[in-house]
């Protein structure tokens, strides 16, 4: 059956109930007072550690006249600015969990093209090709690069490898990697010798350690460079066959992890939407009498602006994005593989409030002439420390996961989505923010630990071309 058949067959169940409903004014959900690109670093609200462990990392805008310069395409141009949202509202009953202009808005302006809002006109499925391939997060206490992950005497890790193989200083290299994205990226946090050091903290820090030091320092599991990690795995083709350079060969997970690091530190132009939530995770009383959380940068993202740009951008635009897959303040930006919409119910805003709410009306906007209870199950790549190709030898199918998101959609009297609401499981369990790459880095990037894009992107290209 279409998408349009059987959205029809639905909306024939209710259109002869009535819907009697007074209009208000929107409000939107939080959203982060980002221009409408913003460069990936350590203060990028998709960083993958604590923001406070970004501190002297420069948070930068993109503006038109620096646009071309970090993307590296001359004949690129950047949308006009986008001026940032109003304040949240305050009060609890809000009114739409949309997040409005703003965040759509960028998306359109990245696109050059209206976001479709018709929910007759959205597709119920879509898959992306290629699928972004697994690999590691890169853990800091694992020492990110300078981590060997193979076996055997005298290996040596990617950072190692780099460095050898392009003439540079193996130490210098390795201690700006852990300075910069590693273990001593931590020093300011609590000193430790052992694991049960970290224990008191309840952050699930370990006792993180340089390789030959006694001590170290107590650093939470999920920090890593997922945010570099996620947009490479959709921009750049996975590695194949393993690649001899000087000497030193380079495994597909060391190419990997090379180009994730580069994607850290090469000032990648990015579009973002949503708003981070930064915690505590378990404050007393933070949901409300219908179970959504109080916080409103909990709640988001929002379920209307979700469905609008996962339909538009996998269902139509055939582009893919990262989500961080989790509500709390841990951050796991994972890239998107597809989407399916399960089930579609219609309600009038009383069947709605009745049904959900304990309510003589829907209870959040008063402007939603139709509800549209969705359940989308939403699939997405993890992490991965297996070696080697793994999406062309559809090894990835063991490491995509996926969660039946539950939701209502709230439309207008055309089906217009105007905003939504999460049910039951999704409203803790749901994606914080939505993001992608907006170009790969410019060939002539540099990050700041010495890794060169175009060095890189030869061992890359090498290891995709070759026989093996």
Not at 202 to 230: L, M
Not at 274 to 279: A, I, L, Q, V, Y
Request: include cysteine.
């Amino acid at each position: 059956m279409t998408q349009r058949r059987l959205l029809c067959v639905a909306l024939a169940v209710v259109l002869h109930l009535g819907t009697g409903v007074n209009g208000s004014p929107l409000e939107s959900n939080p959203r982060m007072d980002i221009g409408p690109v913003v460069v990936l670093s350590h203060n990028h609200p998709a960083f993958g550690a604590g923001l406070e462990d970004a501190a002297g990392d420069a948070d930068a805008k993109i503006t038109a006249t620096n646009f071309a310069a970090i993307s590296g395409d001359d004949n690129s141009e950047l949308p006009g600015s986008v001026s940032a949202g109003e304040a949240a509202p305050t009060s609890s009953a809000r009114r739409l969990e949309l997040h409005g202009t703003t965040d759509l808005t960028r998306l359109e302006l990245f696109f050059n093209t209206p976001m479709e809002r018709d929910l007759t006109k959205l597709p119920t499925k879509a898959a992306i090709k290629p699928i972004p391939w697994p690999a590691s997060y890169w853990p800091v206490y694992q020492d990110s690069l300078n981590f060997k992950w193979q076996q055997g005497e005298n290996v040596l890790s990617p950072a190692e490898k780099y460095a050898k193989a392009f003439g540079h200083d193996t130490k210098m290299f390795v201690d700006k990697v852990s300075a910069k994205n590693g273990i001593d990226s931590q020093k300011h946090r609590t000193a430790c010798a052992t694991d049960a050091d970290c224990v008191p903290l309840k952050d699930s820090s370990v006792c993180a350690k340089r390789e030959g030091q006694p001590k170290g320092y107590c650093i939470p599991t999920w920090f890593g460079i997922c945010h570099a990690w996620a947009p490479a795995a959709i921009l750049e083709d996975e590695p194949k066959c393993p690649v001899t350079k000087n000497g030193v060969t380079f495994q597909p997970f060391d190419i990997k992890g090379l180009i994730s690091l580069t994607y850290d530190g090469a000032k990648l132009p990015t579009v973002f939407t949503g708003s981070r939530f930064n915690g505590p995770d378990n404050e007393p009383n933070n949901t409300d009498e219908f179970g959504r959380f109080r916080d409103a940068s909990r709640r988001d993202l929002g379920p209307g602006f979700f469905h609008i740009a996962m339909t538009n951008m996998l269902g139509l635009l055939n582009h893919t994005f990262v989500v961080d897959v989790t509500a709390g303040s841990q951050v796991w930006n994972q890239p998107v593989r597809s989407y399916e919409v399960l089930q579609m119910a219609w309600h009038t805003p009383e069947t709605a409030g009745r049904k959900f709410y304990d309510q003589d009306t829907y209870p959040f906007n008063e402007d939603a002439k139709w509800l549209l209870q969705v359940k989308t199950r939403f699939m997405w790549i993890v992490e991965a420390g297996e070696d080697g190709p793994l999406v062309s030898t559809n090894r990835v199918d063991a490491h995509t996961q996926f969660a039946d998101y539950e939701y209502l959609l709230e439309t207008d009297e055309n089906y217009k989505i105007i905003g939504g609401e999460w049910l039951f499981g999704s409203n803790q369990n749901h994606p914080d923010f939505l993001w992608f790459p907006a170009a790969p880095p410019a060939n002539s990037s540099t990050t700041e630990v010495g890794l060169e894009y175009k060095e890189v992107r030869e061992l890359l290209r090498a290891s995709v071309t070759g026989n093996c």
